[in-house]
Structure formats: structure tokens, C-alpha cells
């Protein structure tokens, strides 16, 4: 019983001061995203301990996660998305390997072990898909040529960087890592993402014709969304993220006639879970690692500062990749800057492979949240400043 209360709390704790803080911020001309992540630092073990991290509530992050990129699929055209692939596969290639490299040095001059370098470098390769979406989505900028490059970007970097992922934790355990084994790993998850996207688009129009004639109410939504559970489900057995498979489903979706009616009803479930997501993020960040006055937590701010200017200076970069005319490339490199919810789930295997001892882990975990609060507030000036220049 006791369990249930806790669960009960939570959820109803999240969703109060997500709306609270979310209002808050949105009043001070900021993000409602900023105002939930604030909120899951406040309600979180850091300072108030309402909310702690449970398997339960992880999973009810995931799927807020999975519910958002699904809304982002349904609201991209597939044949403009598929134009702005080709500058996408650029911005994605600079960064990864730019972080990379700058994070690996930065690691190793600190005195760390090449190994522990190696992870680190990887970690900052990390972009997080969901906040900077997010803000585009808030915006109503998603139909942007940015936005559509920064979407295909960040869709690439997610499989470089879990294919990175995959023979780096294959090094640790002693496996013998080839040029098959990295080129099995990629082929997979992009015949993946190819067959899923051209198979659907053949086939799902038919199935979803034949159930919109069914008489039961919002069944042509709730199909919407068992689809989508099931592409997410897929992705995971090929060691991709979900949120992947969501986004791949809800781009085959936007292809059928009842995709708005899909749009339109699954608001409801959106408002519920995605700032769910948001704020069990913020309940991931230690308030007490900032604190200058702990003489152990010094080294740890130079570390961090060092490299947070790395991983903000890396995809900065990346944006100016994009040679095409009229395109904003601060914008597309400040999209690419949070690591969010990837580059947690980045740290946290080099914690539990024991490659990392806590402060190492601090500091990352320091510099993905720093990029997570930072850059849609950068990204909201920016796309702000567009709109005025073009009215």
C-alpha cells in the first residue's frame, strides 16, 4: 500500500509543479521545458526529496520520451525531411567527432585513464533530441529548414553515438572489437530506420483505411499509438533507443489521411507524460556538486567548466558545417548543444562498468545538465530574433 501512496505522490507531485514552474517560466519569457526541469530539481533528491528515481517512474519517463518524439514524427513531412537529410548527415558526422576528440584531450590532460577518456569522449557526443524539439515544437518552428536538418542531425548522431556505445562497452568487457562488428552494428540499426520508414509507408495506409471504418470511438488514435509501442519496442531489440522507434512511427503515420485526427487526440496524453519526462530529468541533477565553498567539489568545477566550454564550442561547430545559403548555423549548432537524456544514460554506464569514479561522473553529469538548461533559452533568443528579422 505504501508503494502505491509513494507512486501516487510522485505523480501527482510532478505534474503539479511541472505546471507551476512551467507557468512561471513561460510568465519570465522563457521555455515552459526550462520551468519543468527547475521544477525536477526542486521536488527532486537535491533539495525538497519528494521525488526520487524509481524503476516505476523511469519507466513512466521513457514513456513521456517516446510519446514526444511520436508527436514530432506525426508532424514532419517525410519527403522535407528526407531533402534536408543530406546537410543532417554532416552536422550529425562534425558532431560526433568534434566533442569527441575535444572531450578524450581534455579527459586525459586532468590525468584520467585512456579508457576512462575514451568514455567521456563519448559522452559528449550525445545530443538530446527531446529538448530541442521541444522548444521548436513550442514555437510552432518545426516546418523550419533548421528545425528539419537539427531533427535528421540529432536521429543520426542517436545511432553513431549508441554504435559508439556498443563497441566501447564491448572494449571494456574484453571482446575483441573489429571493423565487422562496428559495421554490423551500424548496418543494423540503419536498415532498421530505412526498412521501418519504407515498409510502413507502403503498408500502413491500407491497414489504418481499413480501420478507420471501425465503429468504435478513437480507435484509429489508439492503433496510432499501438503501432507506435510496437516500432519503439523493435528499435530496442537492435540496441537502439525507443525514442527512435517512436519518431520512425509517427513519420510513417504523418503519410495517412487520418494523421491529424491522430495529432488532435493524442494532445491530451501529450500534456500528461512529456512534462513528466522533463522534470524526472531535472530530478537527475545534484545542486550540491555546484557548490564552490566544498573544497573536493573545486577540482570538479574546473573540470566541469573546461568541459562544458568543449561540449558547447563542439556542436557549435557542427551547425557551421551547414554551407547552404540562407540558413541560420548558430541556430542549428546551439540545437545540437543538450545532451539531456542520451548523454545520462551515456554516464551512467561508465558508472555502473566502473570506469568512472563519482567525481568524474559529477562532472559530466554537471556539464549534460548545464547544456540541458543552457541552450533552449539560448534557442528560444535565437528563433525569436529570426522571426522579427523576417516579418
Do not use: H
Not at 143 to 167: C, F, N, P, R, W
Not at 249 to 273: C, M, N, R, W
Not at 335 to 361: Q, W
Amino acid at each position: 500500500m505504501y508503494e502505491v501512496f509513494d507512486f501516487l505522490i510522485s505523480l501527482a507531485s510532478i505534474l503539479f509543479f511541472a505546471k507551476i514552474f512551467g507557468e512561471i517560466a513561460l510568465n519570465l519569457g522563457q521555455n515552459a521545458v526550462i520551468g519543468e526541469l527547475l521544477a525536477g530539481i526542486f521536488i527532486g533528491p537535491s533539495v525538497l526529496g519528494i521525488v526520487r528515481e524509481t524503476p516505476v517512474l523511469s519507466n513512466v519517463s521513457e514513456l513521456g520520451a517516446i510519446i514526444l518524439l511520436f508527436e514530432v514524427g506525426l508532424s514532419t513531412d517525410i519527403k522535407e525531411f528526407l531533402k534536408a537529410s543530406g546537410w543532417a548527415m554532416v552536422v550529425a558526422l562534425v558532431g560526433v567527432i568534434v566533442p569527441y576528440f575535444l572531450g578524450y584531450f581534455v579527459f586525459l590532460r586532468f590525468g584520467l585513464t585512456n579508457m576512462q577518456a575514451v568514455f567521456a569522449g563519448a559522452v559528449l557526443t550525445a545530443t538530446s533530441v527531446g529538448i530541442t524539439i521541444r522548444v521548436f515544437m513550442d514555437l510552432k518552428c518545426l516546418k523550419t529548414e533548421e528545425a528539419k536538418i537539427v531533427l535528421g542531425a540529432t536521429v543520426i548522431d542517436d545511432v553513431i553515438g549508441l554504435t559508439m556505445l556498443a563497441v566501447i562497452l564491448k572494449l571494456i568487457t574484453s571482446e575483441t572489437v573489429s571493423f565487422g562488428t562496428v559495421a554490423y552494428i551500424s548496418g543494423t540499426a540503419v536498415l532498421f530506420l530505412v526498412l521501418s520508414v519504407v515498409v510502413g509507408v507502403l503498408i500502413v495506409p491500407t491497414i489504418f483505411k481499413f480501420i478507420s471504418k471501425m465503429k468504435q470511438s478513437y480507435i484509429v488514435s489508439i492503433m496510432g499509438i499501438v503501432f507506435c509501442f510496437i516500432v519503439s519496442a523493435l528499435s530496442t531489440k537492435i540496441e537502439l533507443a525507443p525514442i527512435i522507434g517512436a519518431f520512425v512511427a509517427g513519420l510513417v503515420l504523418s503519410t495517412i489521411k487520418q494523421s491529424e485526427e491522430i495529432k488532435k487526440d493524442i494532445k491530451p496524453i501529450y500534456a500528461v507524460f512529456v512534462p513528466m519526462f522533463f522534470v524526472l530529468m531535472g530530478t537527475e541533477v545534484d545542486i550540491s556538486t555546484f557548490n564552490p565553498f566544498i573544497a573536493a567539489n573545486r577540482e570538479i568545477l574546473v573540470l566541469t567548466s573546461v568541459l562544458f566550454v568543449v561540449a558547447f564550442v563542439g556542436k557549435i561547430v557542427a551547425g557551421f558545417a551547414v554551407l547552404k545559403k540562407g540558413i541560420n548555423k548558430l541556430l542549428i549548432g546551439v540545437s545540437m548543444v543538450p545532451r539531456g537524456e542520451v548523454g545520462l544514460i551515456f554516464a551512467e554506464m561508465g558508472l555502473k562498468n566502473n570506469i568512472f569514479e563519482t567525481r568524474d561522473y559529477s562532472a559530466l553529469i554537471a556539464v549534460i545538465m548545464l547544456t540541458t538548461f543552457i541552450a533552449p533559452i539560448i534557442l528560444k533568443y535565437l528563433i525569436s530574433k529570426q522571426k522579427d528579422n523576417s516579418a
